[in-house]
């Protein structure tokens, strides 16, 4: 099983540019979220999903979209992209109700300059 | 809200006995777990405690403590690869349930 894949491992973009990056499960876990990792600052919860067609904010969702069509993808869009979002994005997922076992994926490491 | 409160470094030889801690506040909870990470690596699941007491899997043990607020995360026999990152995280009773919030964790040094 291939587990919780994401694209592309490495983004560089500029200030104004939008861009999504990609998480796709085949667990057939319910839950999906997203974090980004800054150094000293351990994982934030940016948004999750705990169905398809079911989504919520987290810690930090400003300038962050995402939606679940599918049970499998949890897409997260950067609308207009700041240097402050310069960071490394983890998607990761579980299945509901058991929600203390999170499969991360390999992680986006996303520069913006 | 949550927080969670854990040494940011901690270094030990080779074959000892490392204890990391773990404080929060949450104002829902439903358990604590533990998660390690390789530099440049994906955070990977080592322990979960939903009830008071110890929880032994292999080298690593991890502990709750609910009415303290308290856990720790207890690596015996250390090795040269267990070098790395350890979060705890809160899994609280918002998002039915399945929300982690982690700690800023501690980095583990272990030398020879």
Redesign the interface.
Known sequence: NAGVTQTPKFQVLKTGQSMTLQCAQDMNHE?M?W?RQDP??????IH?S?GAGIT?Q??VPNGYNVSRSTTEDFPLRLLSAAPSQTSVY?C?S?Y??Q?????????TRLTVT | GQSLEQPSEVTAVEGAIVQINCTYQTSGFYGLSWYQQHDGGAPTFLSYNALDGLEETGRFSSFLSRSDSYGYLLLQELQMKDSASYFCAVRDTRGGGNKLTFGTGTQLKVEL
Do not use: I, K, Q
């Open positions: 839950y979220s974090y000293g600052m351990g994982l934030r919860l999750y705990v919520d987290g810690e983890f990761a579980s509901s109700g929600g203390v076992t999170l499969h991360f994926g390999n992680g």
